[in-house]
Structures are given as structure tokens and as C-alpha cells.
């Protein structure tokens, strides 16, 4: 008989990690598998300063360990492997891996999402000096700086609103002639006296040192190149959630992500969504642990109900 755990986790980030803690120490068993370290895209932030109970920060590889390790406390397995595919169907969920078959009566999904990057060349290398992601996480660094936000959608005018707040400037660089962003954002935005914007313009080249000190855009419309010096740089042009494996198995939104509810339940009976690949108003550490949670409390009721 093929051994079935009570929670088969996907992904080892702060949401997964958060479920696997909270069912195991409720008694269930529990088995996370995770590609590569614990942690997930957190794993790779230098110091997050958002998430509470660590006053000085903190650098997201060791949170994640520290969360791998408060689950593995109660019981929770962690198995390194690849996962190439998922059965959703059925009572007991599959997962097809590198290291074999791995069955579970609940499914939670922590496959998390990526930022889309812009493509330039050295824009990975430059990855926590002087590029970033996320101005919630990082744009405490660039106070009293300038910096430039990348992108035209409601992500990238929010940034630019939170950083103009920080930042001694801030340059907001957008392809089109006028922003994406919901209407709400404009005024704002527009009345601001240290935002600027240079519109029909793409990111060509980063130019660096050590760190970033600088870009050259590109005109989309006459192909002039100008370079605007700079601290940072804040890449907003979205992002892509990690929900292949479930393409065609759960309904997604139009942006790619699992609809489901505060609850995290999604559309199929024992299978659940926490963290960044769950449709939500706010992607942070702090609010994949909270959907954690809830995951875990809605499994054990489903638990209860079916076996």
C-alpha cells in the first residue's frame, strides 16, 4: 500500500511552510515538497523589514529556514523533488516528482509567482544592487535617493506613489503615452512634486559599477536613447504565477492566478491555494503565513467531514 499523507504541501514558501505547521501540529501528516530551499521567492530578498517580530529585519533565506524549521518541530516532512505533474481529480490527490509518487487526501498549492522581468542584460546581476522587485520590501534602501519605477499598471503607479514618499525622486518610466493605472492613482501621482515621468520609453540598458548607477531608455517612437542617472531601479510591469501545473484542473483568473477565497479554498473539494498564486489585493510574507493558516483550518474541517 502507497503511504497517503493527510496534506500534501506544494512549495516550501512562507504559505506552505505555514500550513505544514499549523495541520502537523494539529495531529495530521504532512509532507511539503519543494524544488530547491525552503523559503521560495522570500528566500532570495536580502532583508526583509515588513514581516513582525524581528526588529533588526531579517534575510528571507533564514526565515524560510526558521519556518521549515518550526513546521519539522511538529511533525511535518520536507522532500526535495521536482513536481512534473498534479491529479486533482478523485478523492486522493496525486503528485507525480523527481523522487516518485506522492499521494495526499488534501492538496495545498504554494507554488507562489515571480516578478516578470524587464530582459535587459545584467538586470539578475544586479538583483539587490540597485535592481528590485517589490517597494514594499526594499524601498526603505533608497531613502533620500532616486530611483526609477518601471511599468504603467496599478502596481507600478502604487510604487511609485509608496517610494515618492521615501525617495528624493522618483522617475516613473512607461512605454505608452499615459499610465494603465486605475484613474484613482493619477491625480496623486501627477500632484506629486518629486515624481517624474518620461513616457514612450523602454529600459535599454543598466548601467553599473558595483551597483546601479544609472539607465538608458529608448524612445519606442523615434528610437533616441537618453540616460537618466539613478540609485534604484523598481521593475513593475506584473507578474507570473507558478500555475501551469494546474492548467486545465482549476479555473484560473485572467491574469493567470487560483480565484480562490479569503477561505483559500478553491473550486475543487480538498484542494487549497496560499500564498502569491492566490488571486489577492496584497502579495507579502505576512499575508502567505496568514493564508496558511486558514488553509490549514479548513483542511482539518474537510478532513473531518470526508474520512
Known amino acids: 500500500m502507497e503511504h497517503i499523507y493527510d496534506m500534501l504541501i506544494i512549495g516550501g514558501g512562507p504559505g506552505g511552510y505555514t500550513a505544514a505547521l499549523y495541520a502537523a501540529r494539529a495531529g495530521l501528516d504532512v509532507l511539503v ?43 511535518a ?19 507525480e516528482t523527481s523522487e516518485g509518487t506522492f499521494l495526499g487526501r488534501i492538496l ?36 533620500g535617493k532616486t530611483v526609477v519605477v518601471v511599468g504603467g499598471g496599478n502596481t507600478a503607479a502604487a510604487d511609485a506613489m509608496l517610494l515618492s514618499r521615501v525617495a528624493k525622486k522618483v522617475i516613473l518610466v512607461h512605454r505608452r503615452d499615459t499610465l494603465r493605472a486605475t484613474k484613482i492613482y493619477h491625480a496623486p501621482l501627477m500632484k506629486a ?25 529608448k524612445n519606442v517612437n523615434t528610437g533616441e536613447e537618453t540616460t537618466i542617472a539613478c540609485d534604484g531601479l523598481f521593475v513593475s510591469v506584473g507578474r507570473s504565477p507558478a500555475t501551469e501545473l494546474v492548467k486545465g484542473q482549476i479555473a484560473l483568473d485572467p491574469a493567470g492566478y487560483i480565484p480562490a477565497d479569503e477561505s483559500t479554498r478553491t473550486e475543487i473539494p480538498g484542494v487549497f491555494a496560499v500564498g502569491d498564486i492566490r488571486a489577492k489585493a496584497l502579495r507579502q510574507v505576512v499575508t502567505a503565513v496568514a493564508d496558511g493558516a486558514v488553509a490549514s483550518h479548513y483542511a482539518e474541517e474537510y478532513l473531518a467531514e470526508h474520512f
Open 77 to 95: 516532512k520536507t522532500e526535495y523533488a521536482e513536481v512534473y505533474s498534479l491529479d486533482l481529480s478523485g478523492e486522493i490527490k496525486k503528485a
Open 193 to 217: 512634486e518629486n515624481v517624474e515621468f518620461v513616457w514612450n520609453s523602454t529600459v535599454s540598458q543598466l548601467l553599473h559599477n558595483e551597483k546601479l548607477t544609472g539607465i538608458v531608455v
Open 33 to 75: 515538497l519543494e524544488k530547491l530551499s525552503a523559503g521560495g521567492q522570500m528566500a532570495l530578498t536580502a532583508q526583509i523589514d515588513n514581516y513582525p517580530g524581528f526588529e533588526d529585519g531579517i534575510d528571507g533565506f533564514t526565515l524560510g529556514e526558521k519556518m521549515q524549521a518550526g513546521a519539522q518541530r511538529f511533525g
Open 108 to 143: 495545498v498549492l504554494s507554488t507562489g509567482a515571480s516578478p516578470r522581468t524587464l530582459g535587459v542584460a545584467e538586470e539578475e546581476a544586479l538583483l539587490g544592487r540597485g535592481v528590485a522587485y517589490c517597494a514594499a520590501c526594499d524601498g526603505m534602501f533608497y531613502k
